[in-house]
């Protein structure tokens, strides 16, 4: 069972819940009109909204511990960004009416920490592109101890139980501490946590892969391959975000590949894109590593240098994925 006295873990359940929520209302209030005009804006404001008050709260809980966020208030200081910065406010104000312009931006910026011995890392909203078509996305917070995922938390408001999705649900929080297991509840408070396993399944023909919608983060024609010369023969369940991982360890689907973009050879993973999902499917049952086997490397700073790309699955289909990987070289 999760101790849910831990102060920590107290403390990420409800900075993720609180910021969920505020995301939330960032969306219902910004993204059906933005999304005619193809205008960012709403992933934007609710981008830094998020990131400020995750801070702000980890300012008064843990005043020592430094955060890794993804967002710097640079972009939102200039003049051509003034009325973005003023949406930020008054969202935030919300549930911290002290929030002024220049509060925020200090808020935000004590995200810019460098990683350390004990540090936080948080992807405000992970699944831009799902929040502005309105399906999924995430809240993404873990800590790091030493090198070590210790907790991770996904607030996933379009996800039910983890697994099924429901856009305009009740959401759900997804929690995993190490040695206590993955958990989900209700992302709006009522009822109890449920523990989270990965499926059984061990045959790569019964496998249910979990893929990006965006083409350029992954190899969509390798993809393909793998997925022919490993006999899958369910269709693949597309989403964005991290939710892909909550659904993993839900056992709504069985591997995970993020394999290298021919167009971004070279790209790394960004901590705060894996810490919190990676723990979730490790408690859950299921192993995590790049697509060479190797466990993933928090220790190298803000990006997982010495990884290359991530392979995700539910235990027993690890080893013939990575076999399929090397085969095609991938
Ligand atoms: P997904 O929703 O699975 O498509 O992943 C979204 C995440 O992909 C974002 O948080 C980005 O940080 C990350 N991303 C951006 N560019 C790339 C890339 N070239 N390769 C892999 N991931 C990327
Ligand atoms: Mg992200």
């Not at 220049?102 to 992807?123: M, Q, S």
Request: aromatic fraction near 6%; include cysteine; charged fraction near 20%.
């Amino acid at each position: 069972m999760l101790d849910l006295k831990s102060p920590e873990l107290k403390f990420a359940l409800e900075a993720v819940r609180q910021a969920s929520r505020l995301v939330q209302t960032v969306q219902a209030e910004m993204v059906s009109s933005a999304l005619t005009k193809g205008d960012k804006s709403p992933v934007t404001v609710a981008d830094f909204a998020a990131q400020a008050l995750v801070a702000k709260l980890m300012i008064d809980a843990f005043p020592a511990d430094p955060l890794v966020g993804e967002e710097d208030s640079a972009a939102l200081q200039t003049p051509e960004e003034a009325e973005t910065l003023a949406r930020v406010t008054q969202f935030v104000a919300g549930p911290l009416p002290e929030a002024t312009r220049d509060r925020v931006c200090t808020w935000i910026d004590h995200g810019n920490a460098a990683p350390a011995a004990r540090f936080w890392t948080l992807d405000p909203i992970d699944g831009t592109k799902g929040f502005l078509r309105g399906q999924q996305y995430v809240v993404a917070l873990a800590l790091l101890l030493d090198g070590q995922v210790e907790i991770g938390v996904l607030g996933c408001p379009n996800l039910v139980d983890g697994s099924i999705q429901q856009i305009g649900g009740p959401g759900s929080l997804v929690a995993a501490v190490r040695g206590q297991g993955t958990w989900v509840t209700s992302l709006d408070g009522a009822g109890d946590f449920t523990q989270l396993h990965v499926s059984g399944r061990d045959n790569p023909a019964d496998a249910r892969l979990l893929r990006s919608y965006e083409a350029g983060h992954t190899n969509v024609s390798q993809l393909d391959i793998l997925g022919e010369n490993m006999g899958v023969a369910a269709e693949p369940v597309r989403l964005d975000s991290q939710a892909k991982y909550a659904i993993l360890a839900a056992g709504g689907g069985d591997l995970l590949f993020r394999l290298i973009s021919p167009k971004m050879p070279d790209y790394r993973e960004k901590i705060w894109d894996q810490a919190a999902g990676s723990l979730v499917v490790q408690e859950a049952g299921g192993t995590v590593t790049d697509l060479d086997g190797k466990p993933l490397d928090f220790t190298a700073g803000a990006m997982l240098t010495n990884n290359r790309g991530v392979l995700a699955s539910n235990g027993p289909l690890h080893a013939p994925a990575l076999q399929a990987i090397k085969q095609l070289g991938a």
